[in-house]
């Protein structure tokens, strides 16, 4: 009994000391960002590495998702008369969920995994230490460049994923299945709404990419300057990433669309 509340209360310690070392992080990342205004480029520069290095992926990713959601949802309408929707059920999936959810995962297997395995090797090669002792702060010139560019790069690559999602849709629906593209495109148009669908689906993308850029900055910030740990701590940025976008996504639609 003594050792598990031993083992309890080591854990409850280790758990309220990285909370609160991850909050003072978050907070220094937002109040070192204003000297990005003049350096603007740290943060282009960035989002070139975390975005255009992940579009292909997004897109290929979005083609196939597209296609699945085509022959899907054809087979499914079909049973009630109703395929001419096919373009409805597309749009609505994609932009609603599935562009911003899947998005978000595969931005955290891809660039979130590449972030704290960087930031992790510049601890581990002591260059944030270097930092330190010339007066350069290494939340105002690494962290919060990276963090911005991957705010300002999810939503961009999940409208991205969207996009070719619904050509994907497009694709096997009306050229391959023989849906009306006309009632394709015309159901589409008139089902989904701007602000509680396309705009929904960008704040829940922007929301994600608050959460995984931090989430892998984090992990590689606060990772043991070692292989073994560097390792550890990639592996932690896949796993606390996808699990944060698959609470938030619940959290964001129960408030969204109740």
Known sequence: MIWLLETLGRLVREFVVNIGFATRTFFGIIGASGGLLRRFRLVTSQIHFIGNYSLVLIAVSGLFVGFVLGLQGYYTLNKYGSEQALGLLVALSLTR????????????????????????????????????????????????????????????????????????????????????????????????????DIVNGVIKSIVFGFAVTFVALYQGYEAQPTPEGVARATTRTVVIASLSVLWLDFLLTALMFS
Do not use: C, H
């Not at 702060?137 to 990276?146: D, S, T």
């Not at 070719?164 to 593209?181: A, R, S």
């Not at 589409?188 to 701007?194: K, L, P």
């Open 97 to 196: 969920e599935l562009g911003p959810v899947v998005t978000a995962l595969l931005f955290a297997g891809r660039a979130g995994t590449s972030l704290t395995a960087e930031i992790g090797l510049m601890k581990a090669g002591e260059q944030l230490s270097a930092m330190e002792m010339m007066a350069v702060n290494p939340l105002q010139r690494v962290l919060a460049p990276r963090f911005w560019a991957g705010v300002i790069a999810m939503p961009i690559l999940a409208a991205i994923f969207s996009a070719v999602g619904i050509l994907g849709g497009y694709i096997v629906g009306v050229q391959l299945i023989g849906v009306d593209e006309g009632a394709f495109w015309s159901q589409m148009q008139g089902g989904v709404d701007v602000w509680n």
